[in-house]
């Protein structure tokens, strides 16, 4: 089993950027496929970003391409979500998400595929 621990959630304004870190512990992190999905209030959680074991295959949802960049760092244990030039829209509670796979280069983008998730950080973009 593997524990994640979000954060560098917070307020910004409109344009701005944030760092968010997801801590994993307990397993071979390199062994699982990670994302980050985030979820507005009355909406369900959706699909933001995914890397590959190896960090050489990644897959981001339309709304966030060239703006968000998820990047991991397999000797700290650590996955990443840049995201630059926040939008309101981008207001929720952003959770990441592991599920180990056999291959290196899988990208896991469905909800219920990922077993593991974080307890989430908050992000808030004012207009």
């Keep these: 089993q593997v ?16 760092r968010l870190s997801c801590a994993a512990s307990g397993r ?13 209030p ?5 699909f933001v ?6 960090g050489r295959s990644t897959y981001y949802v339309d709304s966030v391409k060239g703006r968000f960049t998820i990047s991991r760092d397999n000797a700290k244990n650590a996955v990443y979500l840049q995201m ?4 309101p829209e981008d207001t929720a509670v952003y959770y990441c998400a592991a599920e180990p796979t056999p291959a290196e280069f899988v990208i896991v ?3 219920s595929d990922y077993d593991y998730w974080g307890q989430g950080t908050q992000v808030t973009v004012s207009s």
């Excluded at 524990?3 to 944030?18: D, I, K, P, T, Y």
């Excluded at 009355?42 to 959706?46: I, T």
């Excluded at 970003?49 to 190896?54: F, K, L, V």
């Design 84 to 87: 630059n030039s926040l939008k």
């Design 49 to 54: 970003a995914a890397i590959s074991r190896n």
């Design 42 to 46: 009355g909406l369900e959680r959706r």
């Design 109 to 111: 983008r469905i909800t």
């Design 28 to 40: 071979t992190f390199s062994n699982y496929s990670m994302g980050w999905f985030r979820q507005a």
């Design 3 to 18: 524990r994640l621990v979000e954060s560098g959630g917070g307020l910004v304004q409109a344009g701005e950027s944030l």
